[in-house]
């Protein structure tokens, strides 16, 4: 895909393991100055150069909202 988003949403059925495939693809499609809005029943690391801007918890999913990290 060519194409770049500012915004990714991801919210794979938790028990099925798409995450950790997911995100590190999400992260290729970002726009520079983009966003990864993650929910999942436990957080995964946030990919290389991205950071944690945002975390919580509701009920029994977390969520996350990634940047990119300005230090890489």
């Not at 999942?40 to 996350?64: D, N, T, V």
């Amino acid at each position: 895909c060519a194409e770049r988003f500012d915004l990714i949403f991801l919210d794979p059925p938790f028990a099925s393991g798409l995450l950790d495939a997911a995100l590190p693809l999400a992260a290729s499609l970002l726009k520079p100055e983009g966003w990864i809005y993650v929910e999942a029943a436990e957080m995964p690391q946030a990919p290389e150069g991205f950071i944690i801007h945002r975390h919580g918890k509701a009920g029994l999913s977390r969520f996350a909202l990634l940047k990119r990290d300005s230090r890489c």
